[in-house]
């Protein structure tokens, strides 16, 4: 869970500190410095947005706990979390073309009009969104223990992570390809969103909601494999098997368990377990290749000449910064 908790507050975190930095650095080239107050008061207000629907979470995570269905709002919490982490991957993917150009035109017109209130607006719903997003997904990884995750180190190191390289960036020590950045933190992310995929196919198997083509004489999904002796899931899995066998696990079901949290490994899946995994990887390289990225799709001229390499845009803006 940490390492799920580390990548995902990187990501989200460390994408608002670029934005807003982005926001910062254009306001000093057009010399509306005094702007800037405005952008850290929304960034302000999301953070403590986004802490108040941590709570809400907690909240209502709890509530239905008192009544027994805990189980049915954490599988929701996944299945909503796999389409959202898709979807975050998806539109960064897509944002990176140009993210720098519509930054900049939504500030150019609140700098012309001398909108506090939509430099506000615009910062605050920046940082919202990825304060949200990371207050949902924690609540997938840790089955509705948000303040457990928000507190944990792979949490804090993550933000962490992402003020240093923020800083480091805007800054001009150390040169950031985001767009190698982004490629391979959505890869991973992809990865966790197929886990909690898995996962939440499993449960709703456990809870008789979902059959199996494959069952036992009892009407339960049967295990397409089982390879616990290699490596189990969990380190409980590695302490039965040892006592009932009285033999020793190939690798570690502490190992077993970070891979089922990173990867959705299972050493005893149900077909449907197996087959989901699979599907949503094919599923969502179609999605980015064909929808996203438009693959097949002849690029104008117009939008052939946008087409740059976006961290040399924000490079750009960050040393106009130190200039």
Avoid at 14 to 20: M, P, T
Avoid at 71 to 82: C, T
Avoid at 297 to 310: N, T
């Amino acid at each position: 869970m940490n390492f799920q908790a580390f990548l995902i507050t990187l990501r989200e975190a460390l994408e608002a500190i670029l934005i807003v930095g982005l926001i910062l650095s254009y306001l000093s080239r057009l010399k509306a410095e005094k702007f800037n107050k405005w952008v850290y008061a929304g960034v302000g207000l999301a953070l403590v947005s986004s802490f108040l629907v941590a709570l809400m979470f907690q909240v209502i995570f709890t509530g239905f706990a008192s009544f027994g269905s805990e189980v049915y709002l954490k599988v929701g919490i996944m299945f909503a979390s796999v389409l959202l982490l898709t979807h975050m991957v998806g539109w960064m993917t897509k944002q990176t073309k140009d993210i720098k150009g519509d930054m900049e035109k939504k500030i150019n017109a609140a700098v012309t009009l001398g909108s506090v209130s939509a430099m506000i607006i615009h910062s605050y719903l920046i940082v919202l969104r990825e304060g949200v997003e990371t207050v949902f997904f924690f609540a997938a990884i840790s089955g509705g223990e948000v303040q457990k995750v928000l507190t944990s180190y792979g949490a804090l190191s993550g933000l962490l992570t992402a003020l240093i390289l923020g800083y480091l960036f805007f800054s001009g020590t150390m040169k950031i390809s985001l767009k190698a950045f982004f490629r391979v933190t959505g890869m991973l992310i992809m990865f966790i969103a197929a886990g909690l995929f898995v996962q939440a196919v499993g449960i709703v198997q456990d809870l008789g909601l979902v059959g199996s083509v494959m069952e036992t004489a009892d009407g339960k999904p049967k295990e397409l494999y089982n390879i616990v002796e290699f490596m189990p899931e969990h380190f409980v899995d590695e302490q039965h098997y040892e006592r009932d066998t009285g033999n020793d696990v190939l690798i570690s079901g502490q190992v077993g368990l970070f891979m089922s949290a990173m990867f959705g490994y299972s050493h005893n899946p149900s077909v449907e377990q197996v087959a989901a995994y699979w599907l949503y990887f094919i599923a969502v390289f179609s999605w980015i290749g064909f929808y996203v990225k438009g693959f097949g799709r002849k690029l104008s001229p117009a939008e052939q000449k946008e087409q740059k390499p976006v961290e040399k845009r924000v490079a750009h803006s960050a040393k106009s910064v130190n200039a």
